[in-house]
């Protein structure tokens, strides 16, 4: 009897050990999911195709020749193709430039005194680009998703970060540089499907680097927001 008590409880020490390693297998199987450059880039496109408009904060270090230009700015965007950029700290603190789809004009104010002085210009005017002449339409996710589907099937380099955070590199062919930046650098959260860093290089050397936080999307931004 002691005996046959025995190997029952073996048996059943055997049963809930394999049971355990088993349900252990499945879980590391779906955390250990194989990342890829195709789900990084279809994660962000698919992303972004569930983006009425959205908000975020951005940090920003620009190089040009001897110039360095750091500001953070927030960034309204809508789907229609307005975009919206405040500059909270940094060179010109204050300005406010919307881009408007429908002119392909950029209206805004300088900062401090200035502010009452309204001006409607060119998108690529001295006055709404950054030292790298990079445009207010061009700083919008929506047009990274629109140049990173047109290049999607080209070579890239890619590497797994931790926390299932992956870096993509893809070169820029000329007509399709942005502020004469060769090569971009995309750092992507697969758990939010977004970029949350983006590097700019021109012949290997980096002029600009973006840190994005506070992503809001879908949500109800105020009446006039693109209208000053």
Same mark, same amino acid.
């Given at each position: 009897m002691k005996k046959a008590n025995i190997l029952l409880f073996l048996f059943s020490l055997n049963f809930v050990l394999l049971s355990s390693e088993v349900k252990l297998k499945n879980v590391n199987s779906e955390k250990g999911e194989t990342l890829t450059k195709e789900i990084a880039i279809q994660k962000f496109l698919d992303k972004m195709k569930t983006v009425e408009n959205y908000e975020c904060i951005i940090n920003v270090n620009t190089i040009? +020749?001897? &110039?360095?230009? *750091? &500001?953070?700015? *927030?960034i309204y965007y809508d789907k229609s193709g307005f975009v919206r950029l405040d500059i909270l700290k940094g060179e010109s603190r204050g300005s406010v430039a919307i881009y408007n789809p429908k002119t392909d004009k950029v209206r805004g104010h300088k +900062?401090? =005194?200035? *502010?009452g002085i309204k001006l409607t210009l060119g998108k690529t005017n *001295?006055?709404?680009? %950054?030292? &790298?002449g990079i445009r207010i339409d061009q700083a919008s996710f929506a047009f990274f998703a629109e140049r990173i589907e047109k290049f999607k099937a080209n070579p890239m380099l890619f590497s797994v970060l931790p926390d299932k955070k992956v870096a993509i590199t893809m070169n820029l062919k000329d007509k399709y540089r942005v502020g004469n930046a060769d090569k971009?650098? =995309?750092?992507? %959260?697969?758990?939010? +499907? =977004?970029?949350? &860093?983006m590097e700019y290089f021109h012949d290997d050397s980096l002029v600009q680097e973006n840190y994005y936080s506070e992503f809001k999307s879908n949500i109800e931004m105020k009446k006039n927001i693109f209208k000053i």
């Amino acid at each position: 009897m002691k005996k046959a008590n025995i190997l029952l409880f073996l048996f059943s020490l055997n049963f809930v050990l394999l049971s355990s390693e088993v349900k252990l297998k499945n879980v590391n199987s779906e955390k250990g999911e194989t990342l890829t450059k195709e789900i990084a880039i279809q994660k962000f496109l698919d992303k972004m195709k569930t983006v009425e408009n959205y908000e975020c904060i951005i940090n920003v270090n620009t190089i040009a +020749g001897k &110039r360095q230009q *750091k &500001r953070e700015m *927030k960034i309204y965007y809508d789907k229609s193709g307005f975009v919206r950029l405040d500059i909270l700290k940094g060179e010109s603190r204050g300005s406010v430039a919307i881009y408007n789809p429908k002119t392909d004009k950029v209206r805004g104010h300088k +900062g401090g =005194l200035l *502010k009452g002085i309204k001006l409607t210009l060119g998108k690529t005017n *001295k006055q709404v680009v %950054d030292i &790298r002449g990079i445009r207010i339409d061009q700083a919008s996710f929506a047009f990274f998703a629109e140049r990173i589907e047109k290049f999607k099937a080209n070579p890239m380099l890619f590497s797994v970060l931790p926390d299932k955070k992956v870096a993509i590199t893809m070169n820029l062919k000329d007509k399709y540089r942005v502020g004469n930046a060769d090569k971009w650098k =995309l750092f992507f %959260d697969i758990n939010t +499907g =977004l970029i949350y &860093r983006m590097e700019y290089f021109h012949d290997d050397s980096l002029v600009q680097e973006n840190y994005y936080s506070e992503f809001k999307s879908n949500i109800e931004m105020k009446k006039n927001i693109f209208k000053i």
